[in-house]
T-cell receptor, first 116, second 113 residues
C-alpha cells in the first residue's frame, strides 16, 4: 500500500538560507510519481515540483529542487535562498503509476516559518 | 484558462441538511479528484474519476457521501444528511491523462452546525 511520511510538523529557517523538508514514501509499484505542493495561509494548493520514479536526474524548478534518493525511498524538498513568502504548509504526495489518472496520497505536511 | 472552479466557496448548514458541492475541471482534463482537508486527518482523497467514470471511491467515509460526474465538465459531491464532523475544506482537482500535476480548485469551506 502507498504511504507518505513527513516527520517534521514545523520548521524554522532564516531568510536567504536554504532549508530541506523531509519526505519518505513506501510503495511496491516500480512506476510512481512524487510531488510537492505549497499551501499558503490563503488556502490554495500550489504545485511546486514533480519527480518520476524513472527520472535519472533530480527535478529542479527555480529555487526548488527535489533530492530523490530511490534506494532510501526519500524525496526531500530543498528550498534555496528562502524568502518570507515561502512561509506556508508544504505537502509531499505520491501517485502510483504514470499519468494523471491515478490515486494520489498526501503526507501530513510540514509548516515552514521563514524568519526575517 | 479559468482553472478549476468550485462552488460555493463557503457553505454553512445545519446538521441533517443536504449539501451539494460543485466542481468544474479545466477543459481537456479527464481526471478529477475530490479531497477533504481537516486539521485532524490532513488531506484525504475521497474519490476520483477518469473519463467521467469513478475509479476509486474507497476514501468516501460513509454512505452519506456520494459523487457524480455526469459529463467531462462537471462533478458534484453530495452529503446527505450532513453532520458536524463533515465540517472541512473540500478540494476538487483535475489533471491531464498524461500529465503529472493536479490542478486544485480554491476549495469549499463547509461548516455543519
Amino acid at each position: 500500500a502507498q504511504k507518505i511520511t513527513q516527520t517534521q510538523p514545523g520548521m524554522f529557517v532564516q531568510e536567504k538560507e536554504a532549508v530541506t523538508l523531509d519526505c519518505t514514501y513506501d510503495t511496491s509499484d516500480p512506476s510512481y510519481g512524487l510531488f510537492w505542493y505549497k499551501q499558503p495561509s490563503s488556502g490554495e494548493m500550489i504545485f511546486l515540483i514533480y519527480q518520476g520514479s524513472y527520472d535519472q536526474q533530480n527535478a529542479t524548478e527555480g529555487r526548488y529542487s527535489l533530492n530523490f534518493q530511490k534506494a532510501r525511498k526519500s524525496a526531500n524538498l530543498v528550498i534555496s535562498a528562502s524568502q518570507l513568502g515561502d512561509s506556508a504548509m508544504y505537502f509531499c504526495a505520491m501517485r502510483e503509476g504514470q499519468g494523471g489518472g491515478f490515486k494520489t496520497i498526501f503526507g501530513a505536511g510540514t509548516r515552514l516559518f521563514v524568519k526575517a | 484558462d479559468a482553472g478549476v472552479i468550485q462552488s460555493p466557496r463557503h457553505e454553512v448548514t445545519e446538521m441533517g441538511q443536504e449539501v451539494t458541492l460543485r466542481c468544474k475541471p479545466i477543459s481537456g482534463h479527464n481526471s478529477l479528484f475530490w479531497y477533504r482537508q481537516t486539521m485532524m486527518r490532513g488531506l484525504e482523497l475521497l474519490i476520483y474519476f477518469n473519463n467521467n467514470v469513478p475509479i476509486d471511491d474507497s476514501g468516501m467515509p460513509e454512505d452519506r457521501f456520494s459523487a457524480k460526474m455526469p459529463n467531462a465538465s462537471f462533478s458534484t459531491l453530495k452529503i446527505q444528511p450532513s453532520e458536524p464532523r463533515d465540517s472541512a475544506v473540500y478540494f476538487c482537482a483535475s489533471s491531464f491523462p498524461l500529465g503529472n500535476e493536479q490542478f486544485f480548485g480554491p476549495g469549499t469551506r463547509l461548516t455543519v452546525l
